[in-house]
């Protein structure tokens, strides 16, 4: 396929003959097939779209055109929750017991033991070239934040932010137990990254600590005097008594917060009575919260016990949350560590899982934007739509509908930069063998 599409930078050509989600298309040309997909052709002129409509390639007899066959075309992919800093350490330090308690202390012995500026550096590459080849454009990551490393890491993800920038556009938030908040030399520390390196966005990970309420009134308020943005994890168990996630609403609606707040995982809020999560969901739309959901790796971590069979998928409750009017979203999360084993931070697995296993089928279409426009929307950069005046940055698929589209990896997609096709794999995972631990 990158034969076939090998194109020149600057060069003027149309995608003809193009299927896309109308969701993620400014505007949507009618009419649209039974799955919501509408047929375009695009104009790609200097790195941009310059023109798009049906059958609009026809007029221009002059203009190179590639056909595309009714293929789908989709903007590049947002990802809105990762972890950069942890990946691809599960070959020297596997989650033995498959549970969260032990995911959380390997990564901790791993951390103290090996992330260095070298070993750091060295994964968030290899993750960033992954990523790129197949099709992501904007990325948040968390950066655990305790102690020595949050001095470690955050240049580490500052020098892979110039280095990457205008290829994926990087953000980063801190990752800290939210009862840290209330210890002003650890608070001191991450200001102080944020200012130098950051992207002004501030995070943790609640729970129902006893110190919940006073720890998150001082993080709204250092957002709000900082300008900042706040993204935390929440209620990442199944505990149906985990009810943080109500408390960041609360709290948010009681400072009169006026940044963006992002929450990832609500886990137990799908394990919660109706009455109690619809309360909840009410209270979090009431406060403009973004809801981030992570199928795969919730799906591989909650309700893991030996030799049982998992009850519950992990996942929050998606779909009350977007009929509540919430914008929601998916992403990656975890990549080859003790969270999750497994992932290679493609957003069209991603996709292609949340489908299956928050069933994001009904239609199709309306749930595109999950893996866009939403969290483009939730991280603040313009992105996620397929529009004239957009940057021509594409993936094409061999897919013509959406049960094609999920039924293959999509491995021989075209991804599309600046109206280039890249010439880009995911790394070889020998690239790894030189860090402490990673060599077979």
């Not at 400014?26 to 790609?44: F, K, V």
């Not at 993750?127 to 890491?153: F, N």
């Not at 990254?193 to 919940?212: F, K, N, R, Y």
């Not at 483009?376 to 509908?401: F, K």
């Amino acid at each position: 396929m990158s034969e076939k599409f090998a194109l020149a930078r600057r060069s003027r050509y149309w995608l003809a003959g193009a299927r896309a989600p109308w969701t993620v298309l400014d505007p949507a040309p009618q009419p649209l097939n039974p799955e919501g997909l509408a047929e375009i052709d695009l104009l790609i002129d200097d790195g941009r779209i310059a023109a798009a409509g049906r059958g609009a390639a026809e007029a221009d007899a002059e203009t190179p055109r590639l056909s595309l066959g009714l293929k789908i075309v989709l903007p590049t992919f947002v990802d809105a929750h990762t972890h950069l800093d942890k990946g691809h350490i599960w070959p020297r330090a596997p989650n033995v017991a498959r549970d969260f308690p032990c995911a959380l202390q390997t990564v901790a012995d791993d951390r103290e033991a090996r992330w260095t500026s070298s070993d750091v550096a060295a994964r968030m590459e290899f993750s960033l070239r992954a990523a790129y080849a197949h099709g992501t454009s904007l990325m948040r990551t968390h950066l655990d934040s305790l102690g020595k490393q949050t001095r470690i890491s955050w240049p580490v993800f500052a020098e892979a932010r110039e280095r990457w920038r205008g290829r994926i556009e990087l953000q980063a938030s801190p990752l800290f137990a939210i009862e840290h908040a209330l210890d002003d030399a650890h608070m001191a520390d991450v200001e102080a990254m944020i200012d130098e390196h950051g992207s002004g966005v501030l995070g943790a990970v609640t729970h129902m600590a006893p110190e919940l309420r006073p720890a998150l009134e001082a993080m709204f308020r250092l957002a709000e005097r900082k300008g900042w943005e706040l993204d935390f994890h929440v209620d990442e168990t199944l505990d149906p008594e985990a009810r943080s996630l109500c408390i960041v609403a609360e709290t948010a609606l009681a400072e009169r917060f006026s940044g963006r707040i992002l929450v990832g995982h609500c886990c137990s809020l799908a394990r919660q009575a109706d009455d109690e999560r619809k309360r909840t969901i009410e209270l979090v739309a009431r406060a403009r919260m973004s809801v981030v959901s992570l199928p795969m790796c919730n799906m591989f971590l909650m309700d893991r016990q030996a030799g049982r069979t998992p009850r519950w998928r992990g996942v929050t409750a998606l779909q009350e949350l977007q009929a509540a009017g919430v914008r929601t979203m998916i992403a990656s999360d975890n990549t080859r560590d003790p969270f999750y084993a497994y992932g290679d931070l493609d957003m069209l697995e991603v996709w292609r899982e949340g489908v299956r296993i928050l069933h994001l089928d009904a239609p199709f279409a309306d749930w595109a934007p999950a893996v866009f426009t939403r969290p483009a929307l939730a991280l603040g950069p313009e992105g996620g739509v397929i529009g004239v005046g957009a940057p021509a940055d594409l993936v094409v698929t061999e897919a013509r509908n959406f049960t094609e589209l999920f039924s293959r990896p999509q491995s021989n997609r075209l991804v599309i930069r600046a109206g280039v096709g890249i010439e880009s794999e995911p790394p070889d995972y020998r690239d790894l063998d030189s860090l402490e631990g990673l060599s077979l």
